[in-house]
């Protein structure tokens, strides 16, 4: 298991980011971070609301399949969206 307090709290912020982005796959969190899937879902457990984690949890079981790269098409061949690039300072730049 993997404790909350190993991580600051913006690898923390980010690896729960990371994990409610459908398109970053729990393979990249765990090269980014070493926390493999079953160690997110219990720090998504210990660090969300309790209907926010099980929304969370409704929605990766319920066949969001890029969460798993071995489920996604092999059309996709990155981490983050297309639109990430445009994200800075946490407010989505005007086009």
């Known amino acids: ?3 909350t307090n190993l991580f ?3 690898e923390l912020d980010r690896i729960i980011e990371m994990a409610w982005e459908d398109r970053t796959p729990f393979e990249a969190i765990e090269f980014q ?3 493999s899937e079953k160690e997110v879902i219990k720090l998504m457990r210990s660090n969300l609301k309790e ?3 099980k929304r ?3 929605r990766v079981n319920s066949g ?3 969460k798993h790269l071995k ?3 092999t059309e ?3 981490f983050k969206s297309s639109r990430q690039k445009a994200i800075s300072g946490n407010k989505i730049s005007k086009r």
């Open 1 to 3: 298991m993997t404790p």
């Open 8 to 10: 600051t709290e913006r």
């Open 33 to 35: 971070f070493k926390v």
């Open 51 to 53: 209907s926010s984690f």
């Open 56 to 58: 969370w949890r409704k």
């Open 64 to 66: 969001v399949s890029t």
């Open 71 to 73: 489920k996604r098409s």
């Open 76 to 78: 996709i061949t990155r």
